[in-house]
Each structure stands twice: as C-alpha cells, then as structure tokens.
C-alpha cells in the first residue's frame, strides 16, 4: 500500500461583495468537503477585500505555513480584479502574457459574435511565470498554479474563477488530480458526529479533555442552542483505514459520556429520535408544561409522522386535580404527583411534566429566581429533576425542552437519570 503523504492546505476567499456580506460565499464549503475526501488537511481559511496589498499580505502569510494554498475569485478583466498581481507578488513571480490565453481569448468573444473584444479582457490571459495553467472550458478566465520563490518552502497557490460553475469544473477536472498526486494518490479524511444532550460544552470539555491532544483522530466539540456535539475527524491511507480511527475514538469517548449521546447521524435532533423509541417500544405520552408558552410540545409534535404516541394536555382538559397541582409553586412532589397524575389520567405509559418559575416576559437565559422542575413517570420509574434556571425566553426552552426529552430517553432506555 502507498504511504499517503501529508498535505496542508488553506483556503482563501477573495471578494469585497463576499467580505461585506452581499454573496454567501458557498465556494469555501464545497472545497472544504473536496479535500476532505481526497485526505487533504485544510488548516485555515480567509476571505479578503478587492485589495492588493491586503490580499498579498493574507498570502505570504498561507506560504508561510501550508503547503497549498487555494484562491478563489478576482481573476476577470476589471481593475478590481488583482487576484493574479497579489499572486505575482506574493511568490516572486512576476505575471507574463501568454500568447496562447490571448488567441483563445479572441476566438471564443469572435465565436460568440463580439466583432471586437475590448482590451481589459487580455488582463486574463497574464500569468504568473512559470505557472501551469489550468484551461477553463466554460468561462473566460482560466486559472492557474503559481510555485513560491520567495519563501523557500516550495508552496504552490492554485488560483480559480469564483464564478461556482467554473470552480466546480476546474476544481473537479484539474485541482483534485493534481492534489491527489501530492498526497501519493491514496489517503481520505472521515469524521463523525456524537450528538450529545443533557451536558454542556464546558463539561464535555472537562470529560474530555484528556482525548482533546489526540492529532490522528482529532476531536472537538460544536455547540448548538442547547446541546453541543462531539466531533471526530482521522485521515489514513483508506477510507477503512479511517473509519477503523474513528471507531477507537468514538469507543473512548463513549466510555466517557456515553449515556449523553443520543446520535451519530449528523443534524439528527432529540425530539425525532424520542418519537422513534416511543414508537418502537409502543409507548404514548401525555406532556404537560408551564410558562414555556407550548414550545416543548411543538418540538416533540415535529418528531412524530403522527401524534398518536403523543399527548398533549391542553387548558380545557385540565381536570380538577391536575389544576390544583399546576397552580403550586414548581417542587419535587408537585412534578412527580403531575406525572403520575397525567399517566393514570390520559391513559398513557409515560407522563411528563415540566414545571417553570420565573417571568414570562424574559428575553435572557437567566436564574433570577427562577427554576424549573421535569418529573416524568413511567411504568416502572419515576424520575424527577431540578435545574436552577427559569423564564421563557429562547435559551432556556431551548434546555428545558432538552432536559425534558432525555429524562423521558433514558426511562425509555433504562439509563440512570
């Protein structure tokens, strides 16, 4: 088997209309998944101005470190477009016309019926010495790869249209080939997602701090809006080779945390995978909640192709005792008796009752007095927990509705709460 060889890489964005905000720049995430797959490592990426200088600057910083860099945009006819000058600079190689680029040039605007093309066009057809170019068959601008003089490291700028259609091409056809050649044609680069719940970032970085060192397979962690995911990329010779990385180091760190990871499938939400373990075990539940202005129902509601196994109390079918109950301050005794109380009474094998203090005009995750209370009842436990947060602004439905649904995951999986 081939060794594959390291390759470093990083990205650079060129572009005011970009840097502004104007275009969402969606070149960068295509790339990004491209080198992913051919095993190369991308370190960095960077979006700059319409601006020469800065543009330079932003280079020679890349060939500082890497051993590739890849730019995108700025290489058309106007004054704005510098890309191919900063890259001049930047390697020490200063930009030539290429007679070839020129012909084409002309007989592709004569081919589509320009009687004259005007004269900004031929700032196309200048290249950096001794660069290679790479054609671009369905656009004007063709790019090219620029080799480094200046630093010594022996870096390589590859520079492409920012149009997509011609970035894709020129980047399917000619970039990947040429990148595979530098990693020894093997290697792959895979990762994995552990969608946690019920533990913040700041834990998972305490529990898995010592994992964190790890350079093959790396490890990270992404927070969402009340959860965080687990992130795990390995790069090998094979995508076997890979998978085989991440499946040690998803074996550590479920040895850790394994009790808060309720997925590996990547944008896979709580609520879906509670409705697939409710259906799967033939359960219903019956949900009621508190200051939270439904936000808990709609989340659970979302998960289910029906809502057969999901029951949710509205005001008009609060009976006496459930009333009674919900008009008390939150307590342990009241979320377990609502519980109890919402199984027997709708006829179902789980009750779930969430129970929040705190002003409902709030707009910030806070605990100004606030606190909340989930006590969920199943056929053969009930569990009751207290979280020192209350309100009903985003954040904190955001992290009741989680804590709510994996108390209710773990009775249903029979983990401790």
């Not at 808990?296 to 509601?301: F, L, N, W, Y």
Request: hydrophobic share 40%; proline share 4%.
């Amino acid at each position: 088997m081939t060794d594959a060889k390291s390759v470093s890489a990083e990205l650079v964005t060129s572009g005011t209309e970009i840097l502004l905000g104007d275009i969402v720049d969606t070149n960068a995430a295509w790339i990004a998944q491209q080198l992913r797959e051919i095993g190369v490592n991308l370190f960095y990426k960077t979006t700059v101005g319409d601006n020469e200088p800065r543009l330079r600057g932003v280079l020679e910083l890349a060939l500082s470190r890497s051993d590739v860099v890849l730019v995108t945009g700025g290489l058309g006819p106007t004054a704005d477009d510098i890309t191919r000058d900063a890259i001049a600079n930047a390697t020490g190689c200063p930009l030539e016309r290429h007679p070839d680029i020129e012909d084409n040039l002309r007989e592709r605007f004569a081919r589509w019926g320009y009687q004259r093309m005007s004269e900004n066009n031929l700032r196309q057809a200048q290249i950096p010495e001794a660069a290679t170019v790479l054609e671009n068959p369905v656009g004007t601008a063709p790019g090219f790869i620029a080799y480094d003089r200046r630093s010594g490291r022996g870096g390589r700028v590859i520079a492409m249209p920012g149009v997509p259609r011609e970035m894709k091409r020129m980047m399917s056809d000619l970039v990947l080939p040429f990148l595979q050649d530098l990693t020894g044609g093997v290697g792959v680069i895979r990762r994995r997602i552990l969608r946690t719940v019920g533990i913040g970032e700041s834990s998972l970085d305490a529990e898995l701090g010592h994992l964190m060192d790890s350079t093959n397979p790396t490890m990270g962690l992404a927070a969402h809006l009340g959860q965080a995911d687990v992130r795990i990329a390995a790069r090998a010779a094979s995508a076997e080779e890979a998978e085989g990385l991440l499946d040690q180091m998803e074996g550590k760190v479920r040895a850790v945390i394994g009790s808060y990871i309720y997925s590996t499938t990547p944008e896979e939400t709580v609520e879906s995978v509670l409705a697939r373990l409710l259906q799967k075990a033939d359960a219903h539940v019956a949900l009621v909640e508190t200051l939270s202005g439904g936000a808990i129902a709609e989340r659970m509601k979302s998960g289910f192709d029906s809502e057969d196994s999901l029951r949710i109390l509205e005001a008009d079918q609060e009976t006496t005792s459930l009333r009674q109950l919900l008009d008390r301050p939150p307590a342990s005794d009241v979320a377990r008796e609502l519980a109890l109380q919402l199984r027997e009474e709708r006829n179902v094998s789980h009750g779930l009752a969430v129970i929040t203090s705190g002003r409902p005009d709030e707009t910030f995750h806070s605990n100004q007095g606030g606190e909340t209370w989930i006590g969920c009842a199943g056929p053969d436990r009930t569990e009751v927990a207290r979280f020192p947060f209350g309100g009903a602004d985003r954040l904190t439905n955001a992290w009741v509705g989680n804590r709510a649904m994996d108390i209710l995951r773990r009775i249903l999986l029979d983990l401790e709460v």
